[in-house]
């Protein structure tokens, strides 16, 4: 049985000033380790569901590092990009990005309800991208391209679509006979567990297309007792569940806390899926973690999980055909 979750807005109570996120947290600017930005270029947001799975005085919090906004930011980096993965290039009508054969992304908003400091589309012009007003340009270049078999929905945020805007679209693709799978890219799960209401599960379990969720957890403590219940109840619902993680400087760059999120994703019913090594976003070079730590890091997960809990460690180059894998001879005692 399902439980009744409210809906709620994306950005409803959230922190929009640094400075009151940490108060509430019960610290202060000079208890950090690195150097606030009070008004920095990106947006600050951070939904309070999300700040209620910060530790109180813990300036070292690993959710917190995430959406805290950073004086590191404005460091200069030459090998960081305003448009990291290369999608302007891939981009057609309405938003839609063809990388690989047999899929399309569709960038449905540029809404989302954090932003968290290492994203790559920080810089996106979403005006410019074309999404919103022109989904149905969109949806008409999907079905007029028989060899596309699976639309992946992201953003920004697909569960930051009002559920009269997610529900239309998902009817129109299921409406396209080509189009067999439906995949959702959403950190919606753990950030505001609210916004997956009843009536989205319920659409999706009784969706004709097989229909995956991508959810974007990178450390432990982001799972709480609402997102677990509303993972369990997509789970129930048919939904295949996986998850894409970041590895993230002084996030979860050490192999407990990557063990403890496969563990802690399994226990609600996802599979971890990839480890994305950062991509060279300008304004988050302090969050990179480099291959010479995360090669023996991964190595020393394999030692200690089942292979089905160790996900894919993999880089994002553009004008490659699919995600490249990050490997390398790393001896089977190494330690992280």
Known sequence: MIQPVPEATETRGSYRDPLALLADCDLQVSDLPYPVDTAPEFPFLVPRSLAARIRSGDPNDPVLRQVLSSLEER????????????????????????????????????????HCRYCFRRHTDYAEVGMGHQIDQAVD???SDPSLHEIILSGGDPLSLSAQRLTKLIAALEAIDHVQTLRLHSRTLVVDPGRVANHLVERLATSRL???????????????????????????????????????QAVNDDVTTLAALSEALFANRVLPYYLHALDPVAGASHFRVPDSRALPLMQALRDRLPGYLVPRYVREVPGDASKRPVTSDVPPTAQA
């Open 210 to 248: 097989r229909v995956v969720l991508v959810t974007h957890v990178n450390h432990p403590n982001e799972l709480g007792p609402e997102a677990s219940e509303r993972l369990h109840a997509l789970a129930r619902a048919g939904v295949t569940l996986l998850n894409q993680a970041v590895l993230l």
């Open 141 to 143: 270049a999907i079905r």
């Open 75 to 114: 460091d200069p980096d030459p090998l960081a990009s305003r448009d990291p993965v290369g999608e302007t290039q891939f981009t057609i009508d309405g938003g839609l990005i063809r990388k690989y054969p047999g899929r399309a992304l569709l960038v449905t908003t540029g809404a989302c309800a954090v």
